[in-house]
């Protein structure tokens, strides 16, 4: 027994001081809490890019209308769903001091061939890099498509919406803009209602 009990020790003793041997590694910290990216308040850079028919178009074009620019692709399943959903924005808001600017961030061929069955009723702008750099422009971190910014009537940024838009949201942005325009809500509020859609 003592034999057996000598060798038992004997044996734990190895077993610990092989153990010993290999580094002991902490467990990682855990992620420490990240406050959600607020953008500063920027007045939208001005901006140069090709339509479709290959005319330099200025940003500055259309100042004093509240603008949707919307990004999107040619090869976008969501981007082609809300097209005539933008188009009939366009045609319902245009005198209410609103402008749809759409961006494709895609090909100039595909987009001309696009158009040829969509008809857009508003400007589209060619970009590919060119377009994404627009977009990024605002602190915006450029992930996906469809992307739409939104642009107060005096220039200056008021947020964004990343993913195909419904109705509801642009009943919403109206709503938004509209009581922004007539002095009812500030840029503040007007960004955290934007921020919600």
């Known amino acids: 027994m003592l034999i057996f009990a000598t060798a038992l020790v004997a044996l734990l003793a190895g077993a610990l001081f092989y153990a010993a041997r290999f580094p002991v590694t902490a467990p990682p910290p855990p992620p420490a809490a990240t406050a959600p990216k607020v953008l500063e308040v920027v007045t939208h850079p001005e901006f140069t890019l090709p339509d479709i028919a290959g005319t330099n ?26 097209i005539p959903l933008l188009k009939e924005f366009q ?29 857009f009723n508003y400007p589209v702008l060619v970009g590919e890099q060119d377009a994404m750099a627009v977009a990024e422009s605002s602190g915006i971190e450029f992930i996906g498509m469809p992307f739409t910014m939104f642009v107060a009537s005096d220039g200056e940024y008021v ?4 993913g195909e838009l419904h109705q509801e949201h642009l009943d919403k942005l109206v709503d938004v803009m509209t009581r922004l325009d007539r002095g009812e809500i500030d840029k503040g509020l007007a960004r955290a209602a934007l921020g919600q859609l």
């Open 57 to 82: 178009r200025s940003f500055s074009e259309w100042q004093g209308k509240n603008r949707l620019i919307n990004f999107w692709a040619t090869w976008c399943a969501p981007c082609r769903r809300e």
């Open 91 to 119: 045609t319902q808001q245009s005198a209410n001091g609103f402008q749809v600017i759409g961006i494709a961030v895609d090909y100039p061929e595909a987009v001309t061939a696009y158009d040829e069955t969509a008809n």
């Open 159 to 162: 947020g964004a919406y990343i």
